[in-house]
């Protein structure tokens, strides 16, 4: 998808289809640079990794986290950047990393987490998409995602990106602890990502907007993953939130049904993603919701279960097949940003633009 500046009304498109291009730079440019991270981190033998960021670089890590313990067996756990120094104990008995992501490496929050885990002599890790940023200078080592510049201030390109990198260092790090024959297909399968999301771009585009058309009116939303999918609909309500105004959470599918279900009524639409794996819980939950008058989205792949639910469910956006579970977020957040974007500016917003935000946050 060949770019150039005056094509599009607003950068947040161009940005979102620039993500193929931006993943494969990531996994060309940068893969050397991450099996040396891999060999390092291996060689101090961490047991104990602190993941950390803000906004949507917290979202990246915790679907980071959900990959690297799954594959690796390494203890990890991610804190929003503001509350790393609250939480993290002053002292160790184990060795200890943290994983410091930022987009611009300048956010403020960012910075005093990383002094923070300096005072207590924990390496730092930096994740960054600017090279010569403070907090790149502050780590002991650097992982660099190749987005380019982001102009937008809602994260796109810059989210996969991380995503992108945060998951060929946890496949790097369980092949050097727990290597497999299946660990090889997985790096094999994650590389098409840059297809796969290209491919899912070019399907859904018309269809998303559609679709931002028919539920403009509606400003209670509701996203619900599970897994790693959980960081999408966080990352998802986010997007919604700086571009449309509107009220949009995020929450892990099962937990939604301890509390929030109360909220759901003729006025809210329920944006459901699920692997093929994960369609049939969904099932029961869809008939509830729409029991209850609200409007059902669901995001997954073209399957004959997913097919048979068409008539069930008031829109569905497939993505690509093939991509392992663990790295599905790559796909799946790619029908939110566009319906984000769409929605904004049918809504009459400027998406690249969001009142009362900024890109970075000092």
Same mark, same amino acid.
């Given at each position: 998808m060949g770019m150039s500046s005056n094509i599009y009304e607003h950068y947040m498109l161009r940005e979102i289809l620039e993500e193929p291009g931006a993943l494969r730079r990531t996994i060309d440019l940068e893969r050397g640079r991450i099996r040396s991270v891999a060999n390092r981190v291996v060689a101090e033998n961490y047991e104990m990794i602190y993941i950390t960021g803000s906004g949507t670089s917290y979202h990246a890590g915790l679907a980071s986290q959900y990959a690297l313990s799954n594959l690796s067996g390494l203890t990890a756990s991610t804190l929003p950047a503001s509350e790393f120094d609250r939480w993290v104990p002053r002292r160790f008995s184990r060795r200890t990393l943290l994983i410091a992501i930022s987009q611009s490496g300048e956010s403020s929050d960012i910075l005093e987490a990383a002094d923070a885990a300096s005072e207590r002599g924990i390496p730092i890790l930096a994740v960054t998409n600017t090279p010569g940023s403070s907090l790149a200078e502050k780590a002991d080592f650097q992982i660099f995602p190749r987005s380019g510049r982001e102009n937008a201030v809602p994260a796109t390109k810059t989210y996969v990106t991380q995503l992108m990198s945060l998951f060929m260092l946890s496949l790097e790090l369980a092949m050097r602890r727990v290597g497999n024959d299946e660990l090889s297909d997985f790096r094999e399968r994650l590389y098409m990502a840059p297809q796969a999301a290209e491919c899912t *771009?070019?399907? !859904? /585009?018309?269809?998303?907007?559609?679709?931002?058309?028919?539920?403009?009116? !509606?400003?209670? /939303?509701? *996203?619900?993953?599970?897994?790693?999918?959980?960081?999408?609909? *966080?990352?998802?309500?986010?997007?919604?939130? #700086?571009?449309?105004?509107?009220?949009? #959470?995020?929450?892990?599918?099962? #937990?939604?049904?301890?509390?929030?279900?109360r909220l759901v009524n003729e006025g809210t639409l329920v944006i459901m993603m699920a692997t093929p794996d994960e369609i049939e819980s969904i099932v029961e939950l869809n008939r509830s919701l729409k029991g209850f008058g609200a409007f059902t989205m669901l995001i997954s792949e073209g399957t004959p279960k997913v097919t048979r639910l068409s008539n069930e469910v008031d829109e569905i956006f497939t993505v690509s097949s093939g991509m392992p579970r663990i790295f599905s977020p790559l796909l799946y957040v790619l029908p939110l940003q566009v319906f984000a974007y769409y929605s904004s500016v049918i809504r009459g917003f400027n998406p690249d633009r969001p009142e009362k935000l900024r890109k970075v946050v000092r």
């Open positions: *771009l070019k399907s !859904l /585009i018309s269809k998303v907007r559609e679709a931002s058309r028919r539920f403009k009116d !509606l400003n209670v /939303i509701f *996203l619900l993953g599970s897994g790693s999918n959980f960081a999408t609909a *966080l990352e998802g309500a986010l997007k919604l939130k #700086e571009t449309c105004n509107v009220f949009s #959470e995020g929450f892990a599918t099962g #937990e939604f049904l301890h509390g929030p279900l």
